[in-house]
T-cell receptor, first 116, second 118 residues
Framework: GAVVSQHPSRVICKSGTSVKIECRSLDFQATTMFWYRQFPKQSLMLMAT?????????EQGVEKDKFLINHASLTLSTLTVTSAHPEDSSFYIC????????????FGPGTRLLVL | AQKITQTQPGMFVQEKEAVTLDCTYDTSDQSYGLFWYKQPSSGEMIFLIY??????QNATEGRYSLNFQKARKSANLVISASQLGDSAMYFCAMREGMIKAAGNKLTFGGGTRVLVKP
């Protein structure tokens, strides 16, 4: 199966700092990756669609200047939470589809962000 | 309106028994796909099974089967012979519209927590 990694798995930061989360497809190329956010005991909410070589597409209500997405290559997308605040504390999870294969999306293991 | 509805917030199931997790969906598209994912306490999302809107037969993957009733817009997951390791959150998700080469965004239901009792 396709493998997606995320780094870091956990991060604790001070309010006001920026945090970068990496999402990598390890054994396949992904022209599109997706970033989700999950609050405790809730479902996944799509934040944005990350497109290789072009701007990300953000869902309604998601601040693009707050959550910067860069899809620099066919195997790497990054999400940067800028000027993080305690309300940004959440579980961030990415997914990727193996281009040319069946449409199943494969998810990374997620990143737990705690902003103090 | 909710696009994906999972009406069971939590369920207990006895080990070795079967359990059915409900999922109903709402879409006006003719082409769509339905997915089930498992999320253990570690947080990772594990793909279980997929059903396309044009698939005539219900999808099966090992102990997982999908009871697809298109007219009722339901896509229930059946887990047979439950194991202790099946204890987790289960999410139903939908892809609307034609499949894109690069990938389609998914909409998730609220999830059902399953606890398998020994």
């Amino acid at each position: 199966g396709a493998v997606v990694s995320q780094h870091p798995s956990r991060v604790i930061c001070k309010s006001g700092t920026s945090v970068k989360i990496e999402c990598r497809s390890l054994d396949f190329q992904a022209t599109t990756m997706f970033w989700y956010r999950q609050f405790p005991k809730q479902s996944l909410m799509l934040m944005a669609t990350s497109n290789e070589g072009s701007k990300a597409t953000y869902e309604q209500g998601v601040e693009k200047d707050k959550f910067l997405i860069n899809h620099a290559s066919l195997t790497l997308s990054t999400l940067t939470v800028t000027s993080a605040h305690p309300e940004d504390s959440s579980f961030y999870i990415c997914s990727a589809k193996r281009t040319g294969y069946q449409e199943t999306q494969y998810f990374g293991p997620g990143t737990r962000l705690l902003v103090l | 309106a909710q696009k994906i509805t999972q009406t069971q917030p939590g369920m207990f199931v006895q080990e070795k028994e079967a359990v059915t997790l409900d999922c109903t969906y709402d879409t006006s598209d003719q082409s769509y796909g339905l997915f089930w994912y498992k999320q253990p306490s570690s947080g990772e999302m594990i793909f279980l099974i997929y059903q396309g809107s044009y698939d005539e037969q219900n999808a099966t993957e090992g102990r997982y089967s999908l009871n697809f009733q298109k007219a009722r817009k339901s896509a229930n997951l059946v887990i047979s012979a439950s194991q202790l390791g099946d204890s987790a959150m289960y999410f139903c998700a939908m892809r609307e519209g034609m499949i894109k080469a690069a990938g389609n965004k998914l909409t998730f239901g609220g999830g059902t927590r399953v606890l398998v009792k020994p």
